[in-house]
């Protein structure tokens, strides 16, 4: 079965800096792997997603993530973090035949200091 | 579209009682799951329909929770009796179909003292 690994808890970046979330999952071939974005009090939002194709993917707010089959890793990235990007984010890993269980990492909270 | 719907936003019930979570999916969704998530154990998913036929529950944690799905837009989540350790964020999400990018709505918080 699929799993994910996302390795910080908490990340602090200062508004302007750039950002980086790790995220690692486990399957035994090119899984379809999601990143989500929760704010406070409010449910998951897609921010991009990767079934096939291009490793880069863009996605919604200027974020991008990179697909390395070779590290099993899917990080998320952002040139330029802006206050309201403070928030819980989710690397989710999915099978790709037929149904399998969307699997959530555990998230890492970012927090945007001034 | 509105989204997904869940209603209530936040519950609080005493130890013992009924609750019941209720979601509407996108229109024209066939398929629809509904996750739990706490601190402890993050975002799991409890159960899956797909076109109102439950497909997955092996999530479901025991007896005590029981979801239906009537028609293609109402689900409900209900767990009798509630107990303390029941105490989460209930999201319901909805899909084109199985393996379709997931859309969730904003959450029930329930709170059972």
């Known amino acids: 079965a699929q799993s994910v690994t996302q390795p910080d808890i908490h990340i602090t970046v200062s508004e302007g800096a750039s950002l980086e979330l790790r995220c690692n999952y486990s399957?035994?071939?090119?899984?379809?792997l999601f990143w989500y974005v929760q704010s406070p009090g409010q449910g998951l939002q897609l921010l991009l997603k990767?079934?096939?194709?291009?490793?880069l993917v863009q996605g919604i707010k200027g974020f991008e993530a990179e697909f390395k089959r070779s590290q099993s890793s899917f990080n998320l990235r952002k040139p330029s973090v802006h206050w309201s990007d403070a928030a819980e984010y989710f690397c989710?890993?999915?099978?790709?035949?037929?149904?399998?269980?969307?699997?959530f990492g555990t998230g890492t909270r970012l927090l945007v200091s001034p | 579209d509105a989204g997904v719907i869940q209603s209530p936003r936040h519950e609080v019930t005493e130890m013992g009682q009924e609750v019941t979570l209720r979601c509407k999916p996108i229109?024209?969704?066939?398929?629809l799951f509904w996750y739990r998530q706490t601190m402890m154990r993050g975002l799991e998913l409890l159960i899956y329909?797909?076109?109102?036929?439950?497909?997955?529950d092996s999530g479901m944690p025991e007896d005590r929770f029981s979801a239906k799905m009537p028609n293609a837009s109402f689900s409900t989540l209900k767990i009798q009796p509630s107990e303390p350790r029941d105490s989460a964020v209930y999201f319901c999400?909805?899909?084109?179909?199985?393996?379709?990018?997931?859309?969730f709505g904003a959450g029930t918080r329930l709170s059972v003292l």
């Open positions: 999400a909805s899909s084109l179909d199985a393996g379709d990018i997931q859309y």
């Open positions: 399957y035994g071939a090119t899984p379809y």
């Open positions: 990767y079934f096939s194709g291009d490793t």
């Open positions: 989710a890993v999915e099978g790709n035949t037929g149904f399998q269980k969307l699997v």
């Open positions: 229109s024209g969704h066939n398929s």
């Open positions: 329909f797909n076109n109102n036929v439950p497909i997955d």
